[in-house]
């Protein structure tokens, strides 16, 4: 299995309610990220979880909430959010945590994502 | 922080070679990634360089100099399939990566 993969592709949510994006590799990768990407704009890094701990929140608002239940396994739970909060939510994940000489064993997959609309 | 320029677009006809540079101001440097994305894609992992010279995969080779902090991904023999942006991404950090603004890239016939 090579893959990463992302539930659900498509997602639509009023600004009252809660939800959750899940991803999911099982390629024994122990780095896991959250990215959240506008149209015709670069994917930006919000969270990266190595080792199942959380280490980088790129100053990311509390309404979203990260979980990493497990190694295999990545949500971001999702509340309160705003219309501006539209985007591609993709997961990505790499089999190393990262040192400055693993290479590309840092290389990171990502899944195909979850493109979400904000009412 | 970090800062990665890149041409918006740029055109090319099939079979031809294109260079698409990338420039880059970051904190930290650990190396340079290109990814590609069609549109409604995700990124998809294309080279990597650590250090300074050319990694060639295929088509495709990607380049760097650190003491210029200047990268370029060459894509030769070009196929219609490879219209799509191009992202250049730094790791100034063990763990994060930052994407540059991407290049659109497309090839007609």
């Known amino acids: 299995d090579t893959e990463v993969t992302q539930t659900p592709k498509h997602l639509v949510m009023g600004m009252t309610n809660k939800k959750s994006l899940k991803c999911e590799q099982h390629?024994?990768?122990?780095?896991m990220y959250w990215y959240k990407q506008k149209a015709k704009k670069p994917p930006e890094l919000m969270f990266v979880?190595?080792?199942?701990?959380?280490?980088i929140n790129e100053s990311v608002p509390s309404r979203f909430s990260p979980e990493c239940p497990n190694s295999s396994l990545l949500n971001l739970h999702l509340h309160a959010l705003q219309p501006e909060d539209s985007a591609l939510y993709l997961c990505?994940?790499?089999?190393?945590?990262?040192?400055?000489?693993?290479?590309?064993?840092?290389?990171?997959?990502f899944g195909p994502g979850t493109r979400l609309t904000v009412l | 922080g970090q800062s990665l320029e890149q041409p918006s677009e740029v055109t090319a006809v099939e079979g031809a070679i294109v260079q698409i540079n990338c420039t880059y101001q970051?904190?930290?440097?650990?190396?340079l990634s290109w990814y590609q994305q069609h549109d409604g894609g995700a990124p998809t992992f294309l080279s990597y360089?650590?250090?300074?010279g050319l990694e060639e995969t295929g088509r495709f080779s990607s380049f760097l100099s650190r003491s210029d902090s200047y990268g370029y991904l060459l894509l030769q023999e070009l196929q219609m399939k490879d219209s799509a942006s191009y992202f250049c991404?730094?790791?100034?950090?063990?763990?994060?990566?930052?994407f540059g603004t991407g290049t659109r890239l497309t090839v007609i016939p």
């Open positions: 990505a994940s790499s089999l190393n945590p990262g040192s400055e000489l693993s290479g590309k064993t840092d290389t990171q997959y």
């Open positions: 390629m024994g990768h122990r780095a």
């Open positions: 979880y190595s080792y199942e701990k959380l280490s």
């Open positions: 970051t904190s930290g440097f650990y190396g």
């Open positions: 360089n650590a250090l300074d």
């Open positions: 991404a730094v790791r100034p950090g063990a763990n994060n990566l930052f």
